[in-house]
């Protein structure tokens, strides 16, 4: 019999217009479909003014409240991966044409009238070039209007108001625009909305209503409920029944089209699950920042200390254990001499226990004679005595083969 597992994902595309997608999404898990729904809020890079330096303004508004509207106006971000870098990965030192966009804002009345600035008035200044220099990449990869403002010239397309002058009155600003995510600042979500909806009839009980008689006529339906079959009053519940079908309405601000939002939302997901999964493999050679540091992964160091010691540095690697954390065969905690001794071996009260092992200046000293334990009287552990590694000697009730009960034999106990 054929299961949900053995399909393949289906995308079944019901409406879509310039801002918006509205499309049912099947053969996939919960936690997939959440997850590609806030991918596509938060993490898609678009650009959005960041700075504005306000030159004047005597309107009615003070200059944060303006600022701040003209943060929120959308602008062209078409192509914005390869058309823009990051400031934090740009040489420059404070903001230059390859990482960032200027725009300017110079409106005044004369007349005796009510005067609507809007995100019309705009402008972005094109960037200069000396003489010989040639666009980079990135520039040769923006589009015309790229970095203006959704729906500028537009006939169709009403302008973002900011704010109303009278005569007499001017605002006069300069804007400098960069590339971001939504993580940052919700002013550069490409999305306004995003709709997501399974279980309409809330067969699978996820939802508990609210309800003073009736919860049926209290809490109709929606449209999607067309999409699945009505259930029946004597209808078994299933205790292992999944969400599979998901219908999602996608509603952009016009910085990017819905199709690219899309395309780059799973673009995304797959680069977060893969870094996920390289991360998660051992033996992974990945960078760490130092020079003479052992890969390891998620950059910890796969054996020893931080830097190998030959005679036991912290999480040591000395034959004789006797670590505080029960390293599988270090010397002392953090210790970057050649001795064993935890936090160094200069402890002002010895361990006469026959202890070797770190911290072992505790007022209540191993008396019991075991060779590696630490911070307890009792002679098989510190710690506790149900612990089932009872036998092994190790500090805090772990096995002497690997620190804090790691499922497999590592040499630094923070391994994952």
Known sequence: MQTYEDNEPIVRIRDYKPDRVDFVLENVDLGFANSFRRVVQADIPTIAVDMVEVEANTTVLPDEFIAHR?????????????????TRDCLCLSGCQYCSI??????????????????????????????????????TKRGEDFGQPVGKNKADVPPVLICKIRKGQELKLRCVAKKGIAKEHAKWSPCSAVAFEYDPYNKLRHTTYWHETDPRTEWPVGENAKEEETPRDDEVFDF??????FYFDVETDGSLGPQ???????????T????????????????????GAEAGVNGHVSAGDWAHQPGGGGWGQNAASGAGYASPA??????????????????????????????????????????????????AQAWGASSPNAASGSGWGTSTQQ???????QASGWNL
């Open 70 to 86: 003209i943060g929120m106006v959308p602008l062209v971000s078409a192509n914005c991966d390869e058309g823009i870098r990051y």
């Open 102 to 139: 200027e725009l300017r804002l110079d409106v005044s009345c004369n007349d005796n009238r009510t005067m609507d600035v809007t995100s019309n008035h705009l402008e972005v200044i094109p960037p200069t070039y000396t003489d010989g220099e040639t666009p980079g990449d990135e520039l």
């Open 240 to 245: 292992n029944a999944k969400p599979r079908k």
């Open 260 to 270: 690219e939002v899309i395309m780059k939302g799973l673009a995304e997901l797959q």
């Open 272 to 291: 977060k699950l893969a870094n996920l999964i390289l991360g998660l493999k051992e033996g992974v050679d990945l960078p760490t920042g130092g020079d």
């Open 330 to 379: 270090g010397g002392g905690g953090w210790s970057t001499s050649g001795g064993s001794g935890g936090w160094g071996t200069t402890s002002p009260a010895p361990n006469t226990g026959g202890n070797t092992g770190a911290w072992a200046t505790s007022p209540a000293q191993n008396a019991g004679g075991a060779p590696n334990t630490t911070w307890g009287t009792s002679p």
């Open 403 to 409: 620190g804090w009960g790691s499922p497999t034999q």
